[in-house]
Every structure is written in structure tokens, then in C-alpha cells.
């Protein structure tokens, strides 16, 4: 078995933070699935979170905090749920059955999780771990993009917070990039936390650290423009949350 390792700029970063991107893969692994696999959602949001992995780019360049990037595709397992979440490795998409996940075996789960879904998790708790003993109260912040419209509905959001255990660091950054008066910003929108977010609450819950996802709506981050406008905004706004942990 071969372990897949997660892509880490900046893993030497001196800011006091760390942003983890659990989508930004796109990598189909022929020991997991065939080439033909999923080749009808490729270019979608369902099979990558798009612009995010060059936005996590422009913005490790601007924020010198490690950045780490998934490079397997979610369809192959979403490294954002709990492993006994239906939705770890979707058997449908739309409705429709996804070939290569429909019926697949305990075997074949179970080597997904230990070539993927494991050695992300396990750099990212490595990385956290030292960002912890160097720093008193990093910021740990996952970065996702978001359709701007979804099951027929337009969404309205620009971009948005997605927090559970500790809200701060979600206050602190609305109000940060909320100070242009030109982005329409979500507070747990348009998708919430409150349930649980994975990859957050299994590195963060209970700690008291600051923490929390934040989704960019994908039709915002279509040119080299438009994420290096988003990168600006974000390693912004973070530099100035991580100095705090009182409310902006």
C-alpha cells in the first residue's frame, strides 16, 4: 500500500497558524479507482473544490503560515467527513450512481482510508501540533470553495464562516472582510458547523483554540485575478485575527 501525502507549502511558517484545505485534490489514483472514474462530474464542484488550490497558493505566498492541500479528488473519499458518514464515499451524485463507489467492498474502503484519508490527517495533526508548542493560540482555519448555486437556488453569499466550538475567530474575520462593504458574508453560511465540521472538530474541539472553515463562492475565484484579490483579502484578515483573541 502506498500512502498518499498531502501537498504542505510553507511547512517552516513563523505566523502563528495553520490553514488546511481538504478539497483542493483532484489526483485519481489508479490503485483506488479507474481512469474512467467519476469523468462526467470532473470540472465540478462535486469532484474538487474549484480555485481553491490556487487561491490556498497565491495565499501561502502573502500569509507565512503552513499551508496543507489534499491532491486526491473528494469523490475518491472526502476527507471532511467522519468515516462512517455515507457521504465519506458517495455512492451517487446528483441522484445519479457513481461507478467505482457503488458497492464497493470493506476492503476497498478500508485501503482509501489508510492511502488517504490517514496520512492527510496525520500530517495535518503533525503540523498542528508544532504550530502549537511554537506558538500560545494559533489559528487553525480550513479553506473551501462553495457553488454559487445549489439544487436550483442562487446563493447569495460571497463567501462564509463555518464554525462549532469556538466562535471568535469567525466573528473577528466577518468583521475584517466585512469593513469593504462589498462582499456579502455568511456567519455559519451557507453552511453551518453547528452539527460538526470534521477536519475542524477532530483538531481543534475542546482546545479553546480559534477556529473555523470559511467558503468562497467559486464563481469569485475564476481568474488569476480574482484569487489573488481573494488571497489579499484572507492573508489580511488572518494576520490581524491571529493577534487577537478577543472579538473585533
Given amino acids: ?7 504542505i507549502l510553507n511547512p517552516e511558517g513563523r505566523e502563528p497558524g495553520l490553514i488546511v484545505v481538504d478539497h483542493a485534490g483532484t489526483e485519481l489514483p489508479a490503485s483506488l479507482v479507474s481512469p474512467d472514474f467519476a469523468r462526467q462530474w470532473r470540472n465540478t464542484h462535486h469532484f474538487t473544490d474549484l480555485g481553491v488550490a490556487a487561491l490556498a497558493e497565491a495565499l501561502a505566498e502573502r500569509l507565512d503560515m503552513p499551508v496543507i492541500l489534499s491532491t486526491v479528488s473528494r469523490l475518491v473519499i472526502d476527507l471532511n467527513r467522519w468515516l462512517d458518514d455515507p ?8 441522484g445519479l450512481p457513481l461507478d467505482g463507489n457503488t458497492g464497493i467492498s470493506i476492503s476497498e474502503r478500508q485501503l482509501r ?4 484519508f490517514w496520512p492527510y490527517h496525520e500530517t495535518v495533526g503533525r503540523i498542528w501540533a508544532r504550530q502549537r508548542q511554537k506558538h500560545q493560540a494559533p489559528i487553525f482555519f480550513a479553506l473551501h470553495s462553495c457553488t454559487r448555486n445549489f439544487l436550483g437556488v442562487r446563493r447569495q453569499w460571497d463567501g462564509g464562516t463555518i464554525w462549532h466550538d469556538d466562535r471568535i475567530l469567525s466573528q473577528n474575520l ?13 456567519d455559519n453560511l451557507p453552511y453551518s458547523g453547528i452539527d460538526g465540521a470534521y477536519t475542524v472538530d477532530r483538531h481543534t474541539f475542546g482546545s479553546g483554540t ?7 463562492s467559486n464563481d469569485l475565484l475564476e481568474t488569476d485575478s480574482d484569487r489573488k484579490l481573494w488571497a ?5 484578515a488572518l494576520r490581524l ?8
Fill in 87 to 94: 457521504r465519506s464515499i458517495l455512492s451517487s451524485v446528483e
Fill in 1 to 7: 500500500m502506498t500512502k498518499i501525502e498531502p501537498i
Fill in 210 to 216: 480559534p477556529a473555523c472553515g470559511f467558503e468562497v
Fill in 232 to 236: 489579499c483579502r484572507l492573508a489580511d
Fill in 174 to 186: 466577518l468583521a475584517l472582510l466585512g469593513r469593504s462593504g462589498d462582499l456579502i458574508l455568511g
Fill in 113 to 116: 482510508h489508510e492511502s488517504v
Fill in 241 to 248: 485575527a491571529a493577534e487577537t483573541r478577543c472579538a473585533i
